[in-house]
Structures are given as structure tokens and as C-alpha cells.
């Protein structure tokens, strides 16, 4: 994309706007944590899809080693022995228990959480801090971002997202307060960006250190504005005012360690021109980021939204023009479950082009999968009734030797989707009392 | 335009403000109110919740946590609205008493339902008035861009780059439920050093690039006919028309790729290339098979977004004779062999042979759009569909650069930010740096700023001086403090309030507070010199100069940002941005008709404002505008050209909002019209009746077989035999039949699939309706009702928060007040900038 003078070589045209290129990882690229180390650390991703999924298709019959995968999962055959299909996990807090309507924008926000949100348009918004920023904040100060935000989907939306429930419940899956959710970014060049360093590199090194200094000049006057204020407002003003304050003792604590951390980070991949056109090209451009992300160690935990809860993307391309959600009301037709378990199927594969990528990237001694655990799924099952009891959820990885992949793992029903994450956050060192509604550590996840 | 405006404010009787306030109040204190009647209560109210609720939700099982025995007298229920409100919503779309429950007699529920309702609004009346509590608000993306723009004349729409905005109650103006995350402050810091660096030194050389667009269809269908079709080709599918951000102002590069085929002995073709509404640039190509042929130019274009079209003049000019389009070609056609035909024309794989010459040229000019039957072997399997190609498409457009870019600082941004008076770089004298930075300080803040605030900014430049900067450069590190201050990014109302203001005390906004609720909310913008002027001279909240500020600033070109914002969120346009119809149903549907459809709607609207229109015109008004583009999606002759113009729609069925392609693409699914969606968007937006939401595990009405197996009505109508359903789907969907005349991107059509549309329809009350415009008549007739919708929403984006029980008294109140005006649009707006939520706010105990 970038032209030398006026010529304009042909081959890096882009199709589309702001379409990019495919991006083969360098060879030159090495992991930025202590280099020597056997073991990289563990990372954490959560991969979430919406709309639930068709179950019967996505469910194998037996269970343990050998069973056979379905229709879903069948993309996922070259990682059969990384990932443990578990059944029978359930998120009780996105029913209505009184509420009404509103299991999408439920579903999105207790996927992380475990909680039940506050049935609200606007004022008072509440739900539960989500499982990756406990995590983000157990380990702030490790990597250069506590973790990082993705998403397939423009947040941009118009009017109610989903009935009486405010579009914070939909647009983000990751929330670092009960009230603040932490919104996806959803511009590939902005994750790169972010990761990367904006900063014009041509600078001399005197310039960029008195600009870093102007940086943190005003940043504490900031501060010092904010804490006087603070006293004199109201407590709804005084949660606004104290995102703001939160938000800049955080970068002033990535500027200090980002000048502790003199070495440049080289990404390996070029810096994405934008949206690329073609949704899986979208994807699997976001899925490079992360493992771009975890191999330079810019972060440990990541989340990333295919797509909204209630999602009305058309897939044209594999012969799904209609919307999604209102699809995925397929009233028990066939033909309508047909294009649900196809946008399912489509899903998946692009999954393992994910996990593909983990795979094939070296991390310590081993590869980047084998230190990562990614959870992949939905807090939906039927999306026709809306039901968030036995949901597809699949663990990839092998969480740095923790996780024993490669099953299919019954659990009792309704036990909760948070005992998976109280597990998972134990293997990275991190031990909560509780999230949500979780009752103690998921069993099984190691043992064979 | 302004004109009208300008005498309707003057002659509007003058009323002091504190009738709005002054009417409110005293009612809440002499208004005359009887005791709540117990006796109903009791005999009535209690037994029929005592049969239906109690088992429940009792003081045991508390079913949701809520205890209704606990209510022992009338008096008890208003006390608690928040918990009846919620029953008599649940009672009423039948989720309470949840099924298998018996559903309670219909009468019954009425009677008790009224009466809760009634006590509510006695409640109501005896309670106080409550301008309500705004939250802090963030400056959302628009508002951010359109500041910086304003503070500092650098246009670079820094926010584009941010998160997305949450929104509530239909808004993203909403304060609580702006949330600031870290990686937003940090693109806060960003933006401030571009934007400031850019104002002062100039934008920073940007590396050119090139970005491709090609169009989604591979082979455009034909024109419909090749004696009237659009001569500038923009409106037909083989062209290619872009919206592109222009980084800087500088020379582009733009190559167009050509492809298709012309038949043999046909004039050369034109090429033509647009930006915005101009033709820049021309091009002859000749040949038969234009596949490869790549034209190209350069031009200078300035930053910002442009349209960018290419498109082929008269492209069916100047073919061959046989064709009989107009002008035909004087050139010999060229005798060629065909496989299987001879001498037959070069009529492609499918199409059937070419008419005789002799024939009259009108029927042959038919020939090329009929789908053929292949007389050779077909290239494609049967329904291939394969035409003639009678002319080429545009197979890609490359824009790259920019290149040699202005690099210098506009003399605007630096007149606004060097207040001093010194432009030139090191003319600046002492004291200079307090002078600039208390002038942006006080700008950026909105209000009076004091020493210490200009005492700690100097302080900052001066540091900065220390560690090596330049005299500008160090104003411009102050400057970057002053944009990411609390004070600047958030509109805080209650700062300067004493600390020890009383819980639901009333408290007067100041005159700055005032100044900034009134440009957010007309312009989505900092206030301007003049606005702050009148609030630092307290005079604003004074009618005359309220009235003359409102009617100043609605007449500003800034005012377009309340059609983009407000109109784009109530109207749900916004939404077309992402609307992905299905391409092979609407194959019509690209970028540009897209762009058409949303600026129709926005020139409506600020037509509407600008010409200080009654409110009612949105449901039936016989004009709009429209290009040629949307003219012939429309079928309306005489509109040429990309630029938009006014035009009368009467002898059309198009005629107001309800028929603006835009509204009834977004109320549409990709695949098929749907009338619930239709008819939701109605009652929410028009009526101002929001259909409840579906109870629970009652799967939302669908209508995916349209036009297949029954009619879509019958299904309906079977849908609706169950009570729950029927409820809300009686008064949904005989609006949204109304609009099935209109497909689902707003083309007109008298049949669906193979059934005729009947867009008749009968309303809960009885009123019935033959088509769209005895609809129409009767919506008119329901004014107060859409003046009362409009309110609410204006109230709601205006304010930042959604709309209480205790703001309905206030409501009712500016709907009755602009009725004397037949709801023009700026009485609306005079009424809600000095009712009482717009010009207090409620006491708040501090946690200090």
C-alpha cells in the first residue's frame, strides 16, 4: 500500500476499501519476553459468536477420545487433539428470572461475567467486571496492555439494541467495571496501531523523549484537575470523573514501563490498511492480531466479538444472504436451521485458521497453542427460543501443560460457564473467590 | 429561508420564561388534589391482585424479589411507581400472570390497570417538579470532531478513529452511558497532539497510498431502455461511484480500469470522472472489448470526504444502427463470423438473433434487455442469464496519494489559536503564552476560567521550555493539556455548585451551562464567541435573547449537525451505513443509491428546519429531494445529475418521510420487507407508542415465507388469533401493510412474489384505511401525537437522558404551547431550550 514516489506498484493494490493484504508472519520475528525461557507464559482468549448455534449439529454423540466431530466442529479436525468440546455448561444469569425480553443483549453481557444485568436503557447501567479483565488486572503492569479488545462488528448502532436493555449490554463482551464495558476495537489498522506505536518513527530519539515528557506533563495536570473536582460532584458524575481518572494513572503506568522497555517491538506483519471487505479476510486479519499480540507478549488476555449478540450479518458468500439473528428464529425449518449451522460451519473453519496460526507460531519450547487456552462460543444455544443452557462451548489449547485437549467432556447440566473461567484463571495464577455465579473449578479439564 | 424563520420568532407573542417554569411549579402547589380512593382500592384493585398476583409475589416466595401483598392501601401504590409501573407493562402485554395461569377477564385487568394508572397521575400532580439529574457528558465522536473543528479550524474528523459510542434511549448523547476506557484516553492524547500540531505547524506529510474499489456486480444487467436512460450514466449500474476520505489537501492519481464490450463499428466511448457533483475530467476511448484498457488522471482534491463517480457519457449513443439507439454510429460495422450464425452481430453467447435493420427502431431497441434463450451453446447453464454487452463498466477505481501536499499551517487556525496577534513563528512577546492559553482554556472549558487554571497551563509551557522547546512548541504541549482536561472533554454541570446543595433542591444552570446545553444540542458543538459572550454577560436565559440566539444558530450551516445527528439516531438513517440488502434481490442497491437515500432524507429534514416547517409535513409533504439516481429508483422524470434538487412529488406515491427509501430500507431485512419492523418503527418514531416487547419464549412474529405459499396477511392474521399477540401485532402490522406497496429498499411494486399487495388496513379504534394516503390522512389527524414524539426525542438527545415520568407534565406542556404554530419545528425547539429540564437541574448531595 505504501508507493515509493509515483510509482504505484500494482501487485499491493487493495481491493475494496480499505482491504488488506495477507500477511505472512516474519521469520524475524521472536518472542519480546525473556528470551531463554522454556515455558512462555500462559495466555488467555476468549472467542465469542453470536446468535447461538445449531446444537444438534455442533453436539457430538460420544463422548471422551473418540468421538466422531460434527457437522460444526468438522473445520476444527486438524486440532481434534487441542481443543475439549464441554457440554452441559450453562449461564443461568442471562434467562429473564422476571426481566422479559432482552436474552441477546443478556447473553453478551453475562458470557464474561456470569451476572445478570440491570434491565436499563441508560441510567444505571450494571452487569459483573468480566472474566478477562480479572485476569487484566491480576496481571496489569506484566505486558505492555493488560489486554486487548477486538471485535468483527461496527458498534455503530441506531435506536434500542435490544428490548428496554441499553446498547453498552451488546456492544462490548468485556467490562472492567460493573459499569464501564471496555468497547472492541474494530479497525484492524487501530489493533496494530495500538499494539505498534502510531508514533512517527522518523523523529529523532531527543524529539519522540521530549514529547514522551510533554505526554506525561499534561497527563498529571490532568490528574491533579480530576482530583480536585472530584470532591464537589455528585455520585453519578463522580463514576464518570473516576473513569477518566482511572483511565490516566493507566497510561501514565504504560508510558513508564513502555521507557523501561527500550527495545522495539518488531511486529513481523504489515500495518493493516483498514475493514477488508470480505468478512472471513476481516476475521482471520483480527485473529492475526492476537497471535501477533501474544507472541511479542503486548498482552497475555485478549477477547474478541465475531460478532454482536443479535447480529443482523448477511453472508452473502456462503449463500446466506438473510440476517443473522433474524435467522437464527428459524421456527425449527429446515431451511432456516440449514443457514444457521452454515454461518456456524463458516465460523468454525475460520476458528481454525486461528488455531492454525497458534499452532504453527513457536512460543518457549513448545508452540503458541500449546501455552494459550481460547474459549470459543456463544452464551446462546438455540437461538430460536433463546436458551443458554448446554451451550456450545469449546477450550482450545493447552493452557502451558495445564489443559488435557482433545475430548468431549459431559458436565452435569446447568453447571455454570464461570466454574470453566475460575479454572482457566487458576492456570494463570489468578484465584477470584467467584465469578458470577460460579460454584468452584470445573473438574475433568486436565485429567484424562 | 431564513426569512420566515426569523419573522415567525419575531412575531411569536414574547413570553417571559417563567411561564414554562412558573406553571409547573404552582401547580405542584395549589393544584387542587382529592385523596386517593380507598374504597375502590379495596373493593376492586385488592382482591382481583390478591386472586392474580399475590400467590407469588407475597412477602414469602417474593417471585423478581418483589412483594406486592406489601401495597395495603391506594395510597401506597403511586409511592412505589417504579414496581407498578412494571406490573401494570407486565399485566398488560400478558407475561404476568405468566402462562399456565389463567389469563385474568379482560375487563377485569382494565379496570385495575386504569386505575393504578390514575393514581399515578394524581401522584403526579401533588408531587414537585423535578427538572431531573443529567450525568457528566462525555463529548461523544460527532461532538468531538465537530469541536475540534471549531476550537482550532482543523477539520481532520480525529474521532472517526475512536471506539464507538454506546448508545441509550435511541441516542449516543446519553451521559451515563458514555463510558470513558483507557484506550480511549489514548486516542485522546493522540488526536490532541495531531490537532494542535496541525492547527500550529501544519498537517504532517502523510504517506501516499492507494486504495481500490470495484463494484460488487461483475456484469451489470442492460439499461431498461436505450432510448431513455441517464446520458451521464451515473445512475446505471456500469459505473462506480466511491465515497473516499482525502487525507490532506494535495494532487491524487486515478487510474480507472475499464472493461465490457461495445459491438463493433460503434463511436468511441466516453469516460467521464466526478468528484462530489463536478465533471473534472473527460476521456475518448475507442475499440470494441474495452477489457484492460486502464485511463487515468491527476487532480488536486481537498482533505475530507468526497464522491468520487466515473461513469460512461451516453453510453448508448453511437452503436451501430441495428441497435436503434439514439444517434447511431457512422461507421461501417464490421462483418465478422459467429459460430454457428454466420454473419450474425456480435450478439455474445445468448442472445437471440438481432432484429432486422428495417424494423422500426423502437422495437429494437428492446432486444438486447430480453433474457434470451442461447441460440449457440450457452456459456453458462440454463438461467445463466447472459446479455449483450452493448457497453463497457468500470472494473476498478485506484485513488492514490496524496502527493505534494499543502503542508503549511492554514492562517485561520492560527489567527484563532494566536490571539496575541503574532502569526509569524518568533514574533511572540512576553505574556503571550498567558493570552493564548487562557483564550483556548476558556473556549475549550465553556466557560469563565480562573487564574490558577491559566497560572498551571503557563506553567506546563514554561516547563516545556526547560526541556528544550521552542516558544510555540511549548504553547502547543499547553494546549494539548487544556484538550484532554476533564474540563474539556466532559460537560460537567455541577462543578462550581455550593457542595452542600440540598437532595431535589431546584438549582438554575448557569449561563455558560446554558450556552453549552444549547450549541450541543443544535450544533453537536463547542459554543461559539458570540454564545459565550451573552452567557458571560448573563443575559441569556433572558426570551428575547434566548429566542434570538436560537433563531441565530439555527440559520448557522452548523445546524446541519441536528439533521446528521438528531435525525439521523430518531429516523434510524444512521443505521443505512450497515444495511447489506441482498445483492441478488437488489441488485439495484450500491453505494451510490445507498449515499442517495441518505442525503434525500437529510435535505428534507433541514429543509424542514430551515424553512421552519410544522412537524406534520414529515408524514405527507408532496415534495423532496431527490438526484438523478434516486429520481429513476423512483420513477420520476426530469431530475438529472448527481446534485440534489427540490422536487414536487404530487401525481407520484411518494409524498413524506414513510415513502423516503431511506426509512423503509432501514425498517426492512436484507431479504424482504417485514410490516412488524414497518409498523414498530412507526409507532416508535411516529406515534410515539412503543409497542412493549414481546413476552417472553414467544418467538417474535416472523414473515419469512412472503409471497410463496399464503400471503403474508393470512399468516399474520393467523398469528394475531392469539390474544398475547394480537395486543401489540393489531396495531404493528396493519401500519406496516400500509408500506408494502415499497419493497425492501424502497422500490415501488404492485405485487410480492405473485400476490397483489393489499395495502389496506384497520387500526385497533376502528379507523380503516384503503392505502398509504388515507393512512397518511389519518396520522395527520393524530398530530399531537407525532408533535409529542418529536418532542421527546429532541428532549432526549438534547438533554442527554432519557425521559421520566416527571418530565411528562412538561412535555404536555411544550406540545400544547407549539400547537399555537401547528408544531413548526423552531417553536418545538423555543419551548424545550427554556422549559424547566432544559435550564435546571435537581440538587445532588456530593460524597465529600
Redesign the interface.
Known sequence: ???TG?H?PRR????????AIALPMLDAMRPAFAAGTAAGPVRLAFTYIPNGATMKEWTPTAFGKDYALTRILKPLEPFRNDFNILTGLAHKNAN????????HARAGACFLTGVHPKK??????SVGISTDQIVAQALSGKTRFASL?LGCE????????D??Y???YT??ISW?SE?????????PR?VFE?LFG?E?LSLDP?TRA??Q???R???D??R???ER?M????????R??D??L???R??EKRIESAENQQKQVNPGMEKP?GVPMEFSEYLKLMFDLQVVAFQTDMTRVATLMVGREGS???Y?EIGV???HH?TS?H?N?AE?IEKITKINVFHAGLFAYFLGKLKATKDGDGTLLDNSMIVYGSAIADG???THEDLPILVAGRGGGKLQPGRHIQYATETPVTNLYLSLLDHMGVQPEKIGDSTGKLSYLAEL | MVNRLTKLLRFTPVVPLVWVLGQVISSGQTAPAKPPSDTAFQKEVRPFLTNTCFGCHNAKVRSAGIDLQAFTTAESIAKDAGTWELAVRKMRSGEMPPPPLPRPKAEDLATVTDWIEQEFERADRLAGPNPGRVTARRLNRAEYNNTIRDLLGVDFRPADDFPQDDSGYGFDTIGDVLSLPPVLLEKYLTAAETAVRTALFGPAAIKPTMIRYQPHLRRPPPPPSLTDYDFTGLSLPSALSTKHRFPADAEYVFKIQLNGQRPGGSEPLKVAAWIDAEQVKTFEVDGADLEGMTVEFKSKVTAGDHLVSVSFLKQFHGLPTRFGGPEPSKRPEPARRFPGGGGAPPAAAGAKPPADPAKPPVEAAKLPIEPAKPAVAPAKPAGGNRQVSLAGRVNALDIGGPFEPVLAPSQVSRKKILVCGHLEPGAHVEGCDRKILSAMARRAYRRAITRAEVDELVAIAAKARQRGENYEESVAVALQGILISPHFLFRIERASAPTSTANNALIPISNFELASRLSYFLWSSTPDDELLHVAERGTLKQPAVLRAQLRRMLADDKARALVENFGGQWLQIRALESVKPDWEKFEQFDDYLRESMRRETELFLQDLIRNDRSVTDLLDAKYTYLNERLARFYDIKGVEGQGFRKVDLTGTPRGGLLTHASVLTVSSYATRTSPVLRGKWILENILNAPPPPAPPDVPALEDATVGTTATLREQMEKHRSNAVCASCHSRMDPLGFALENFDAIGAWRDKDGKFPIDSSGKLPDGRSFKNLDELKVILRADKEELATAVTEKLMIFGLGRGMERYDRRTIKEIVKRSSSTDYKFSSILYEIVRSMPFQMRKGEKSRT
Not at chain 1, 470532591?231 to 463522580?238: F, R, V, Y
Open positions: 500500500m505504501i508507493i509515483k504505484l499491493t493494490f487493495l481491493r475494496g476499501v480499505g482491504a429473564a428470572l422476571g426481566d422479559g425480553g432482552g436474552d436499563t436503557d441508560g441510567a444505571d447501567i479488545e461496527d458498534t455503530r448502532t441506531v435506536g434500542n439494541c428490548t428496554g441499553s446498547c453498552a456492544n462490548s472492567r459499569s464501564t464495558p471496555l468497547p472492541p476495537e474494530t479497525n487501530m495500538r502510531a512517527d531527543e521530549r514529547r515528557a510533554s505526554r506533563s499534561i497527563l495536570m490532568a491533579g484537575q480530576t473536582i470532591g464537589k460532584l455528585g455520585p453519578a458524575d463522580q464518570k470523573i473513569e477518566y482511572t483511565a490516566v493507566e497510561i490498511a443482523v450479518r448477511t452473502p444472504p438473510d440476517p433474524p428464529h421456527r425449518l432456516q430460536n427460543r433463546h
